[in-house]
């Protein structure tokens, strides 16, 4: 029992190895190591994965949103499978990675919306949720030619779907809700721009 009390040092530990992970600006620094651009500068000045497709072009893009998904996933898989006798501390390091790629240590507390490394977090927590979620994203995104349309939309039916499939785990389904709000009011001036139709599209 003592030994079980004395490792609560892991909590920490694991929560700020996720927010670091989930901080590293991917799109961004592959513009500015191997394209020498800064792509706060160019297209939307965001520097997700949809910002480096728009500037950087198909490849960067790709391995952009590929490691914003695992910055996700991995320290969260990691948590689920080894430290298992830690109640939440998956969700805990989920949540400290989402919020790294939101208010990055790297960027002075700034960075971007969330929805790739979001989606690599839920996948290693609720995958059946997330692969739907994903779904949703795809249809109304290619629907629509908005990425942001997809992001909104997919945010809104993971926090949906998760409060269905996951409904006996009332703090999951509550910091889920909680997350697809934060998302949504991070695409606040994609919203603005949809209304006045002027949203980038691809």
Avoid: C
Wanted: hydrophobic share 55%; charged share 10%; glycine share 10%.
């Amino acid at each position: 029992m003592m030994w079980y009390l004395n490792t609560y040092w892991i909590y920490p530990v694991a929560i700020l190895i996720g927010y670091v992970l989930g901080s590293v600006p991917t799109g961004l620094w592959i513009g500015i190591v191997f394209y020498k651009k800064d792509i706060r500068k160019f297209g939307s000045g965001n520097i997700g994965a949809t910002n480096a497709f728009r500037v950087l072009g198909k490849i960067p893009g790709i391995i952009s949103l590929a490691i914003d998904v695992l910055k996700g996933f991995i320290p969260v898989l990691l948590a689920k499978l080894i430290l298992v006798n830690y109640p939440y501390l998956p969700l805990m390091v989920g949540i400290s990675a989402i919020f790294g790629h939101l208010f990055s240590i790297f960027l002075l507390f700034k960075g971007g919306k969330g929805v790739a490394t979001g989606t690599g977090v839920y996948l290693a927590l609720a995958p059946i949720p997330t692969l739907i979620a994903g779904i949703v994203f795809l249809v109304m995104a290619f629907s629509t030619r908005m990425v942001s349309v997809g992001s909104i939309t997919s945010a809104i039916a993971l926090a949906i779907l998760v409060s269905i499939i996951h409904s006996n785990d009332v703090i999951f389904v509550i910091i889920t809700l909680s997350i697809a709000i934060l998302v949504i009011y991070k695409h606040r001036s994609n919203i603005q721009r949809i209304i006045r139709g002027e949203e980038n599209k691809f």
